[in-house]
T-cell receptor, first 113, second 110 residues
Framework: NAGVTQTPKFQVLKTGQSMTLQCAQD?????MYWYRQDPGMGLRLIYYSASEGTTDKGEVPNGYNVSRLNKREFSLRLESAAPSQTSVYFC????????????FGQGTRLTVV | DAKTTQPPSMDCAEGRAANLPCNHS???????VYWYRQIHSQGPQYIIHGLKNNETNEMASLIITEDRKSSTLILPHATLRDTAVYYC???????????FGKGTKLTVNP
């Protein structure tokens, strides 16, 4: 049982390049999330999807877009990467509203030069 | 969601109990207290949560004061593998969001 799988694990981009971070969960969860974590900081919510077909902004959505492709997959796109987006990105999932536990992936370490 | 305050760091001897405090003085009646931990930059891991009663599971115990303004996470017999950043989070029961602060860096020493 893989849980939450993120790809890639590491990525280096040049300023202005675009890329999509992939996330998939195999727990049949309704809700999925994207967080970023900067050095020495807690996680900050970028976007979330409460259910298939819906997405909502979190604390720091600027510069990102998301797609809830189906119930399993939730992708995060950087259209024009900036050095300020250098961070570790975590995807998470939970059963849904009021669920008690969120499960996190192992993270994608992104560097924008 | 209510704000939480945690000490930035704590130390604990291996085999002893680790008691991690959290203040959440503005918590409202329908907000839960959650604890997560993050080991070595891995993805955070759920530990425990509670509303007003004390809770215990195989990982830890959660003690919530009667006025609910603070709580303590207890790891009864800390091991070196418990070295991590511990996050106390207050979350409205119907909310989708977990809002993380900076947490407490717990170091378990041999």
């Amino acid at each position: 049982n893989a849980g939450v799988t993120q790809t890639p694990k590491f990525q280096v981009l040049k300023t202005g390049q675009s890329m999509t971070l992939q996330c998939a969960q195999d727990m049949n969860h309704n809700s999925m999330y994207w967080y970023r974590q900067d050095p020495g900081m807690g996680l900050r919510l970028i976007y979330y999807s409460a259910s298939e077909g819906t997405t909502d902004k979190g604390e720091v959505p600027n510069g990102y877009n998301v797609s809830r492709l189906n119930k399993r997959e939730f992708s995060l796109r950087l259209e024009s990467a900036a050095p300020s987006q250098t961070s570790v990105y975590f995807c998470a999932s939970s059963e849904g509203i009021g669920s008690t536990e969120a499960f996190f992936g192992q993270g994608t370490r992104l560097t924008v030069v | 969601d209510a704000k939480t305050t945690q000490p930035p760091s704590m130390d604990c001897a291996e085999g002893r109990a680790a008691n991690l405090p959290c203040n959440h003085s503005t918590i409202s009646g329908n907000e839960y207290v959650y604890w997560y931990r993050q080991i070595h930059s891995q993805g955070p891991q759920y530990i425990i949560h509670g509303l007003k009663n004390n809770e215990t599971n195989e990982m830890a115990s959660l003690i919530i004061t009667e006025d609910r303004k603070s709580s303590t996470l207890i790891l009864p017999h800390a091991t070196l593998r418990d070295t991590a950043v511990y996050y106390c989070i207050v979350r409205f029961g119907g909310s989708e969001k977990l809002v993380f602060g900076k947490g407490t860096k717990l170091t378990v020493n041999p």
